[in-house]
């Protein structure tokens, strides 16, 4: 092997050069006629335009015991219109090369729509008819229903996405919306029909109370008569302020086994709720939490990955759940990755010996440099496409930030230093109230875990 | 030095351009210029995949890209990750069956640093690799293969599909993960003999593609890599032909733990950069890509028999690529209600051939896939090297989209004809078992999760 070493010129590592400037797209936000908000932004180059529109119909607007109808009705978007059969509505997005997503989630439903651009009149001319006159029809609202009760039990089996379903279960209120399923359980779902979808729809879904956010390649589009031709006839009624509930959630810490006799690997789901991006911590958290987990060569994969080989990857992430310009919001602040089975209580251990060390000592100023030259560095990668823009416009709107957010955060992670990553990190993941939900076999780990004394350890089945 | 190629869009290319070049040590280099961001994307494509492993050694590939992330000569433990991460860039490497790729994305005013990087693992890896970091990766690996494929439910249909479709001793016949026994057995000389004999200069393609000087970078990759030895001694892959249909069809009933009843097939299609294969896309495109396919249209929408149905593709160079059909049931719908609907459509297609509006649709979907591939400069890196390595020509990545586009109706109906056959596909049906009944009958709970993908790769 030293014959690999001796035949090659080595040199030294090379220093960067001249950085070039890049900034967050600042969009240009208007209003429409019939209310509806727009904000657009010309991205050169990028042929593929993106499309984010969000409707503010939170799921804790759904009606008791119909949890599931906003995803249904979000659903139902594209399964035909006024003009359109679904069938139909499918083969023209597909005709323009089209994408198209729709979901409801706590903030509102979002509807993404990416298309070349050379089609767009076709594709938003489609997004409209959605949005304006959805069919709603009795044969395909009973295909979503039961095409929805059909998926719940494969994301039953799939441990990553158990194991997050029963963390929001143990962390909110049993009252709270954010304590179920954001598409519904089996028995509200079952309780959907299109007349609980229509009249979700009438109550909540108007362009006073929408916000559509265009990003691509603008420059040979005109833009504001494409938008009256299309979202432009979309009308209803005013919108009106609405009153959101503070998020609070119980973290003492606690352990809830989710039994799958058999398992190979018990995946780990380690969480609690904090600071949203109103908070001033925000850009310190975002810094610590990626110190901690962001990557491979974090703290916790540099033990858990790096030096113990116990999981192919754990991540520590801080994910806005639900915001109000007030203040009142919060995010999920979650570790996660699965381990192999006779390793769980060795890891978990490992784990937590992780956040007591880094509250003890703190970061170093060598990781809080690293971090921020990453976090601030990828930006125009990370931002490189319209979708991603787009994504991060409409995500701020949903979230009531202003639409220079992201730009200011990148100022602010900048200016953040270890002293105040370190308080947020410790802030954000105390050992002692952390809600730890483990999906795995009971019969292997149970005993171990236990003994680790987390906090009171229950077994469900899985 | 250019060899004929110039900076000049060729005709379907979208107005992209790349240039190709030769060190003398062998190492092929694509330029490609492209300044509407300050990023620069890295792609270093190794022209070694599963394929070229021997019996008892399946992983080994993928076990050792992950090494390369372990250090070398003047690169210390993590460092590469941590040079990358902290420059800003963002870095990964996958295994396919034909190949292995490592892949930085930098702002552009890093990019020397990339370079550096990669060259210091292709000259002096072994410097590095020790008993420490074999025995490190190797559990990541295991710990990889148990979180995508054993422990969600379906996770192995696809290698028990390609097992099927490409017969024991055929190179393709497991998968980039390997067995557990054989990521066990590998040991730290089949690592370093592994590197010995394909990671050389001259088994390799190196695409830079982004807000770059063409002629700097050229004299960057020359200070780098030019002195690295060149090698030869390279085994040829074993053959990967097939005979183009299977002329039987093989079938294995799974009984597992999983959430409902499913049916896949494997079908052996033509071998990609073929105008057969681009048919043959398009063909799958029509018949399960997407909401508005013959089989969504037929299962999901009209007989509401599946929860969701479709076909994938897996291209393949060195041997015959693979359709994938997955169908997963709706409630308590039994799997030769969902079978004969499925023939029935592949024999209506094979007879009748795609509409014209179902031609326009799917040539628009695949033109907007290579759009997006090709519209971020990793994408186009990675394409660029594709078609490098495994082609001989990467400016074919640039009109690739101009091929499908050529295709005719009679040529997918073709194709169908010939391929979408019963006796042309292996066919896994999946049924449920409850816990107590799974233990019974094979001792093991062996979930899983259906993934199209072959690649594996280094970082989670």
Known sequence: MTEQLASMDFHPRPQAGEPKPWAFPAPERGVLPNGLTVLRCHRPGQQVVAVEVHLDAPLDAEPAGLDGVATIMARAFSEGTDKHSAEEFAAELERCGATWDAHADHPGVRVSLEVPVSRLPKALALLADALRAPAFEDSE??????????????????????????????????????????????????????????????????????????????????????????????????????????????????????????????????????????????????????????????????????????????RAYAQPLLSTREGTGAAMLSISGSVDTPNTAPALEDLWKVLRTLAAEGLTDAERDTAVQNLVGVAPLKFETAAAVASTLADQVEQQLPDDFQAQLYRQLVETGTVEATAAVVSAFPADRLVTILVGDAAQIEEPVRALGLGEVTVVKG | MPMGHTATAEAGSGGLTATEHRLANGLRVILSEDHLTPVAAVCLWYD???RHEVKGRTGLAHLFEHLMFQGSGQVKGNGHFELVQGAGGSLNGTTSFERTNYFETMPAHQ??????????????????????????????????????????????????????????????????????????????????????????????????VGDIDPEQTLAWVEKYFGTIPAHDGKPAPRDGALPDVMGQQVREVVEEEVPARALMAAYRLPQDDTRACDAADIALTVLGGGESSRLYNRLVRRDRTAVAAGFGMLRLAGAPSLGWLDVKTSGDVEVPVIEAAVDEELARFAEEGPSEEEMERAQAQLEREWLDRLGTVAGRADSLCRYAVLFGDPQRALTAVQRILEVSAEEVREVARQRLRPDNRAVLVYEPTTPAEAAEADGESAESHQSHESDEEAGA
């Open chain 1, 141 to 314: 609202i009973e295909r979503l229903v039961r095409n929805r009760l059909d998926e719940i039990p494969h994301e039953t089996a799939n441990p990553a996405i158990r194991a997050a379903k029963e963390l929001s279960k143990h962390l909110f209120p049993a009252g709270s919306r954010l304590s179920r399923p954001r598409q519904g359980s089996e028995e509200t779902v079952a309780a959907v029909e299109t007349g609980a979808v229509r009249a979700f729809y009438e109550k909540h879904v108007r362009p006073a109370a929408a916000t559509a956010v265009v990003v691509g390649d603008l420059a040979g589009t005109d833009l504001d008569a494409l938008l009256a031709d299309t979202l432009g006839g979309w009308t209803g009624g005013t919108a009106s302020p609405r009153t959101v509930q503070p998020v609070t959630a119980d973290d003492t810490g606690r352990v809830v086994i989710v039994d799958r006799p058999g398992a190979v690997q018990t995946q780990l789901r380690i969480g609690r709720i904090g600071p949203d991006k109103h908070d001033r911590a925000w850009a310190a958290q975002v810094l610590g939490t990626y110190c901690l987990g962001g990557t491979l060569t974090s703290r916790l994969d540099r033990v858990l990955r790096e030096e113990k080989g116990y999981t192919y990857g754990v």
């Open chain 2, 48 to 50: 070694v995949g599963s």
């Open chain 2, 111 to 208: 990019l020397e640093l990339a370079l550096w990087l990669e060259a210091d693992r292709m000259g002096s890896l072994l410097t590095a690799l020790d008993d420490e970091s074999m025995e490190n990766q190797r559990d990541v690996v295991k710990n990889e293969r148990r979180q995508r494929y054993d422990n969600v439910p379906y996770g192995t249909a696809f290698e028990k599909l390609t097992a099927l479709v490409y017969p024991e001793g055929h190179p393709y016949h497991h998968t980039p993960i390997g067995s557990m026994d054989d990521l066990d057995a590998a040991t730290l000389d089949d690592a370093r003999a592994f590197f010995r004999t394909y990671y050389a200069p001259n088994n390799a393609v190196l695409s830079v």
